[in-house]
């Protein structure tokens, strides 16, 4: 069966300094950038593999100068189209170009409800334009999806996100606990809420979806260090959804570029035959793969062993039972996390690392060769 999703991370560079950024660590690793003619044989494959959704994000999409371009050869394929941002470059003219090259839905993330503490998080006095882009985004008749990473820094102010929402219109409001993976990882211990935090915010929540029901969706990703039992990584691995990053690799998850597997390229191989045949996707695929307990566990194919770069990143094993499940061998590593965060000062005494600020770049135009 071939994937019914594809990311595609246009360009890492991004206006924002966000401490929580789930990409890579090593950013000029992936400065030569697909090219526009490049991005239309990828989506062309992609459809012919089966593709039926295609999200835009980065970094920060909006920063490439071809995106209009990109965005109508999805739409003439066919696909559903969908702009992850910042919302940072999204003016009324540019919006409307997307608009009429058949762009289908838009995504915008805010870092906290009010100007100080969102700019805070941002790295860059950035609240204000968010709010004006979201405007646009409803004026020009999209629907709208606001997406709040929380942490230990935002989390205690769940139900003014939620007002502000409201506020802006939204038709789908994401509050996703924070995945430590990249600049997240590195800032882990500042960005780990307590229990304490995560109760209070789970009520939140519950009573938000009860009262919005007819009016917004309200998603609510959980804060897996703090679950029983690891999250179905991307329900399987290499199994419905794939990514592909600026510089065409491809991976069946946005954060794999972390893991010790050979590297597959759109720019070396067709996309079909990577999604078949490449190690960096079938190295996981399936439960032949799983050792104990994963191996014998009547959930092994409701969480697959839980998530693979999670369990390199905390054992330096990709092929470990993720250490968050309760029957892990290594849940010790994730049990200290915990203490830490609820033994942990409050959130203003933890410093973070931010992401480095990184915009400029010109686009390539011309295509190179497959090798």
Known sequence: MGPFGLLAELTYRCPLACAYCSNPLNLAGYSDELATGEWRRVLVEASELGVLQC????GEPLLRRDLVEIVAAAHDLGLYTNLVTSALGLSRSRAGELRAAGLDHVQVSIQADEPGMSDRIAGIPSFRR????????KELGWPLTVNVVLHRHNIDRVADVLG???EVGADRVELANTQYYGWAWRNR?????????LEAAEVVVRAARE???????????????????????????????????????VLPCPAAHSLPLPRASVRADPL?????????????RGTDWMPDPCGGCDRRELDFGGCRCQAFLLTGDAARTDPVCHLSPDHHLVAEAVRAANAGPPADDLPLTPRPHRVSRRTPTAVPPRR
């Not at 968010?130 to 985004?137: L, Q, R």
């Not at 211990?189 to 935090?197: E, K, V």
């Open 164 to 166: 502000l929402a409201e």
């Open 189 to 197: 211990d500042a960005l780990l809420p307590s229990r304490a935090q």
């Open 130 to 137: 968010k709010i004006e882009a979201m405007g646009v985004v």
């Open 211 to 249: 009262r919005l029901r007819d009016r917004m969706d309200v998603i609510y990703v959980i804060s897996d260090y703090y679950s029983r039992y690891p999250k179905p990584c991307m329900g399987g691995w290499a199994s419905r959804q794939l990514t592909v990053t600026p510089n065409g690799d």
């Open 55 to 58: 999200h835009f994000s980065g």
């Open 272 to 284: 079909a035959r990577i999604w078949a045949e490449s190690p960096v996707m079938t190295a996981f």
